[in-house]
């Protein structure tokens, strides 16, 4: 009889312990899911530059603290700062704002003469640069940085491309050879 009244409390025991332990233990341990319950895509963060900003990291190490008056250990705050009284300006003075013109910067070659086509009225401009010699027409590129406008008798009129300034060259015209 005394053995079948411990049998029984056994019983209850584990009874008790196998409850506490199916609520307390069992809840710790993750859920797990099944395979055919994950999303197809799913969303990833919005990282814009994964990479560390090593520039803002090292200007952040080279900061030191500067006081600014208070002491950090007290709760007293510290007096207010004198306030300034503003001088009056003296009489402004009028300064002339001087704008400088954007100047054309010169023709890296030089203007030697100028021509017609004989069945045309398109004219010619011959300019040299040494040993080069370049014959360019009215409307088109001289070395591909100076279009030109116009030729005329004595100079012609070129625009440089990437500024749109506008400048003048003059003819120069070359002596005889010395004898």
Do not use: C
Not at 65 to 79: D, Q, V
Not at 87 to 94: A, F, L, R, T
Not at 129 to 145: C, P, Q, W
């Amino acid at each position: 009889m005394r053995q079948k009244k411990q049998l029984a409390v056994l019983a209850v025991l584990l009874l008790v312990a196998g409850f506490i332990w199916f609520l307390y233990l069992d809840h710790g341990r993750p859920a797990t899911a099944d395979a055919g319950s994950l999303p197809q895509n799913p969303k990833l963060l919005s990282v814009e530059n994964p990479q560390l900003h090593i520039s803002a990291v090292e200007r952040a190490r080279k900061t030191e603290y500067k006081s600014g008056g208070r002491n950090i250990f007290s709760r007293e705050l510290p007096p207010p700062p004198a306030p300034i009284h503003p001088k009056p300006d003296p009489i402004p003075q009028i300064v002339p704002i001087v704008k400088e013109e954007p100047k054309v910067p010169p023709l890296p070659v030089k203007f030697f003469g100028f021509g017609t086509v004989p069945n045309g009225t398109v004219r010619l401009a011959f300019f040299t640069n040494g040993e080069d010699i370049y014959v360019v027409a009215e409307g088109e590129l001289l070395l591909n940085r100076f279009r030109i406008l116009r030729i005329g008798n004595a100079n012609l009129e070129y625009e440089e491309v990437s500024s749109g300034l506008r400048g003048t060259a003059n003819l120069e015209e070359q002596g005889a050879p010395p004898p």
